[in-house]
């Protein structure tokens, strides 16, 4: 892998053996330097006191949280992001001030938006503008300080209209158009292998937005070695287009989140880069 390639640890899927707030000091001890997180709150602005318990949390940890989710909606329910729902749009530009207190704090480089679900109230060019107009205001908050707005090809049964690398894609390259260049692709493997978009070749035909990586095996959302994607060949089609940027180990761990580490050890990138390593 390129030198400064390295895994973080997404502590909404790993360590949920305790509560959200222990997880960064888990991952630390676990030899992580960097985690990333889906929106960690159940409303779009949450309380000064609920940022800064977070905030402190991680501070306190030793990690770095580099990759935050924005607010989109209940995803454990119907929702898959907000963007593109011309009702609820706002709810994502209102949690930009938080998420990017959050980040200005903790140094994220990266936060994903998640595009939205296709909603028969309305048209689908309405979404997508709206979309474009929500995410161009992330991508201006975001630029504040110094970050970038995350695009994701999502998989599953929600009428999520973003499933392949040329779908996430397209709607990165129209915002780069628009001088929104702090806009990137959010490679998550698992989702691509679910939808039948070959992660390898998408790789290496969209290698030059990649601004972030995810992994999970398919089927079954589990540690990389428990499934049939071609893992290593992912990461070397990484290593052939020159990403350099954070891996996101975002999976259900089959038993406990250190047991299934040891799959993820046989792929043999660094935990952090070299780099970034402590001396101490």
Known sequence: MSEGAAWAANCSMLFRERPLLE????AFAAGFDAIE????FSVPVPSRPEVDAFVGAVERSGVRLVALNLWAGDLAGADCGVASLPD????????????????????VTAFNALYGNRDPAWTSQDQDRTAMLALGAAAEA???????????PISGPKPYPLRTSDHAASVVDQLRTSASINVGLLCDVYHLAANGDDPVAAIERHGQLITHVQVADHPGRHEPGTGSIDLNGCLSALDRVGFDGWI???YLPSTTTE???????ELGVPLVPRSTRRTS
């Open 248 to 250: 996101g180990l975002e």
């Open 88 to 107: 609820r749009s706002e709810e994502l530009v209102s949690s930009l001030d938080v998420a990017t207190r959050i980040g200005d704090a903790l140094g």
């Open 37 to 40: 997180f889906w929106w960690p």
């Open 23 to 26: 997880r960064p000091e888990a």
């Open 259 to 265: 047991d299934g580490l040891g799959h993820v050890a």
């Open 142 to 152: 975001a630029a504040g300080i110094g970050a970038s707005i995350l695009v994701e």
